[in-house]
């Protein structure tokens, strides 16, 4: 079975959110820190440690 992974992410984060129920300001600086980050300098240095 092939799932996009925007759509096993979007399940993944729902999940999460629902069931750990972090507050809504840490989730908005993991989401804001990431788009940064996948934008900057550092994002092949990441893609090598995620890969």
């Known amino acids: 079975m092939d799932v996009p992974l925007w759509l096993a ?4 984060g729902f999940l ?6 972090p507050p809504w300001w840490l989730v908005a600086v993991l989401l804001l820190g ?4 996948a934008d900057s300098i550092l994002a092949p240095a990441l893609a ?3 890969k």
């Open 16 to 21: 999460g959110v629902k069931l750990i129920r």
């Open 48 to 50: 090598t440690v995620v």
């Open 9 to 12: 992410l979007l399940a993944v």
């Open 34 to 37: 990431g788009y940064l980050l």
